[in-house]
């Protein structure tokens, strides 16, 4: 485990061992579950443990999206741990804004912009994902979604692990597309 994963779990652990009348009282109910989702939003890999915080975190949900981030955020300052620093304070923030939507199929939804009726995914992370998965409390080490090709070209997010054939599988369609423009160029 990175140090800085251990870092942020760490720190939100002391919410249920710190100080003396904490430690006498465990917490429970949304409190509880809201220090759980904390951690386990802090990893692209979180363990079986973390099942029901994030299953009460992602179902914090409305028709907006700024509503939607706002009340998750409001659910994570519920662990005691949220404001005792400013980095973590900023990890609540950017774990409200980030979680959920910075995996390849969220990127792929959100990032597409049409350029002369094509449709183009950004290659870019967006501001959100990048202070999400840089903090220095979380470890999305091998978790993150990698980019295959270039906008202009049909590229796109894969999870990790598909990686190298969604690769393979981009080339091949690229040589083939370039190859019929070839002959349809060298015929007309």
Same mark, same amino acid.
């Given at each position: 485990? +990175? %140090?800085?994963?251990?870092?942020?779990?760490?720190?939100?652990?002391?919410?249920?061992?710190?100080?003396?009348?904490?430690?006498?009282? +465990?917490?429970?109910?949304?409190?509880?579950?809201?220090? +759980?989702?904390?951690?386990?939003? =802090?990893?692209?890999? #979180?363990?079986? +443990?973390?099942?029901?915080?994030?299953? !009460? *975190?992602? =179902? $914090?949900?409305?028709?907006?999206?700024?509503?939607? @981030? %706002?009340?998750?955020?409001?659910?994570?300052?519920?662990?005691?741990?949220?404001?005792?620093?400013?980095?973590? =304070?900023?990890? $609540?923030?950017?774990?409200?804004? &980030?979680?959920?939507?910075?995996?390849?199929?969220?990127?792929?939804?959100?990032?597409?912009?049409?350029? %002369?009726?094509?449709?183009?995914? /950004?290659?870019?992370? #967006?501001?959100?994902?990048?202070?999400?998965?840089?903090?220095? *409390?979380?470890?999305?080490?091998?978790?993150?979604?990698?980019?295959? &090709?270039?906008?202009?070209?049909? &590229?796109?997010?894969?999870? #990790?692990?598909?990686?190298?054939?969604?690769? %393979?599988? *981009? /080339?091949? !369609? @690229?040589?083939?597309?370039?190859?019929?423009?070839?002959? /349809?160029?060298? &015929?007309?």
């Amino acid at each position: 485990m +990175e %140090r800085r994963y251990f870092t942020a779990a760490a720190t939100v652990l002391a919410a249920f061992l710190g100080g003396a009348a904490q430690a006498q009282d +465990e917490l429970s109910g949304d409190t509880r579950l809201a220090c +759980e989702a904390v951690l386990c939003l =802090s990893t692209g890999s #979180p363990p079986a +443990e973390c099942a029901p915080a994030l299953r !009460r *975190y992602f =179902s $914090i949900s409305h028709r907006r999206l700024a509503q939607t @981030i %706002r009340l998750r955020d409001s659910f994570l300052r519920l662990c005691p741990t949220a404001q005792q620093t400013p980095q973590m =304070s900023a990890l $609540i923030t950017a774990q409200a804004q &980030g979680a959920g939507r910075c995996d390849a199929a969220a990127l792929n939804a959100a990032l597409q912009g049409a350029e %002369r009726g094509a449709v183009q995914v /950004d290659n870019r992370l #967006p501001a959100h994902c990048m202070a999400y998965v840089t903090h220095a *409390y979380t470890d999305f080490t091998g978790t993150l979604p990698r980019y295959v &090709g270039v906008p202009e070209r049909g &590229g796109h997010w894969v999870a #990790p692990l598909e990686y190298a054939h969604a690769q %393979r599988v *981009y /080339d091949a !369609r @690229i040589l083939a597309e370039d190859a019929a423009r070839a002959s /349809d160029g060298g &015929g007309s």
